[in-house]
């Protein structure tokens, strides 16, 4: 039965890491206070987020599903026999394409799926196994570096890592390159990496993009204070912060703000967190770093692993990259 073929481990917070110091570390810093952005990720920001994959301006999902229709069982003859692992894996859209092409070559399917957000990744799953009867489900409930540190060894010959959506772009350079350093780490030589990547672009596009008519990225953005409302025991006022994304093109990055529309003293009391936020005061909550494929091909060389080849749209908007540990 279903059941059988799922299960899942929750990960979060420890004794030496205890959740919410993540929180207390961005909303102490000065002069700009920020928040991590997987904290947009309950089961409301989820369900926002899958609406704003369908947005007209937010071409991102759709350019990056085109290209694993086309690509999926190609990537799937390169790598060969694999288990798949996905960081991050939201809806079952985008790996329902991978999956559809791996359970041609093999019997048996492992997917691990790996986010933070526990009901998305339970309702994605259920669904999925109801339509591969050769899949078996492992997921993991928590970061993406926490989830890294707690893979089991694989039960196919190889992996292929899935890092789709372009949530590549919410790590600084310097996150990027340790986040590469972990995957050298953590993967098995042979292992693949796949990547979908958001490219540089019009500047119009993407802000556009950021910036819908339907406000559905407003809501989206302020709902993470929502979130730490309910989390953290919080008295954040969502609805008195603005949205704001700007292109910053020297970072070549989306950064995405909450300006404070008044003075307020904000309280997190399971945290222990009080804060003052000035009227006009800005909280930035996201970067979506955007790619050259050249700079990015070197990276990841630099950090170890092997480029095998990318995949691009006509209009070069997105990419998927596939590597070899
Ligand atoms: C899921 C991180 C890739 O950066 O485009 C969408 C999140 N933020 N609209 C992105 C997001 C605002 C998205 N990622």
């Known amino acids: 039965s279903v059941g059988d073929r799922l299960h899942l481990t929750y990960l979060s917070g420890s004794k030496t890491d205890p959740a919410g110091q993540d929180v207390i570390a961005g909303l102490s810093c000065s002069p700009q206070k920020y928040l991590p952005s997987y904290y947009f990720y309950d089961a409301v920001g989820s369900r926002l987020f899958e609406q704003i994959t369908d947005l ?107 890092f789709l959506g372009s949530t590549l772009g919410n790590l600084s350079p310097v996150e990027c390159q340790r986040f590469f350093s972990q995957l050298y780490r953590v993967l098995n030589v042979g292992d693949y990496l796949l990547l979908g990547v958001d490219l540089v672009k019009d500047t119009k596009i993407l802000l556009a993009a950021y910036n819908d008519a339907q406000g559905i990225t407003a809501a989206f953005n302020r709902n993470i204070l929502s979130h730490l409302n309910w989390r953290f025991q919080g008295n954040f006022e969502p609805l008195a912060f603005d949205h704001r994304a700007i292109y910053n093109p020297v970072a070549q990055q989306i950064e995405m703000y909450l300006d404070s529309q008044n003075t307020q003293t904000v309280t997190l009391t399971a945290l222990e967190l009080t804060c003052d936020i000035a009227a006009g005061e800005s909280i930035l909550t996201e970067i979506s770093r955007k790619f050259w494929l050249d700079s990015l091909r070197s990276d990841l060389v630099a950090a170890g692993l092997t480029w095998v080849r990318a995949f691009t749209d006509p209009n070069h908007w997105f990419a998927l990259c596939l590597c070899c540990r």
């Open 56 to 162: 007209p301006e937010y071409y991102l999902t759709r350019t990056e599903l085109a290209l694993l229709s086309q690509h999926a069982k190609e990537i799937a003859t390169l790598t060969g026999i694999c288990e798949l692992i996905e960081l991050g894996s939201g809806s079952d859209r985008k790996i329902r394409y991978l999956l559809s092409a791996y359970a041609q070559l093999q019997p048996q399917l492992v997917y691990r799926p790996i986010d933070v957000s526990g009901s998305m990744l339970k309702t994605s799953a259920i669904a999925l196994l109801k339509d591969y009867p050769q899949l078996w489900i492992n997921g993991l409930v928590g970061t993406y570096d926490i989830g890294l540190e707690h893979l089991p060894p694989p039960l196919a010959p190889r992996r292929l890592l899935c």
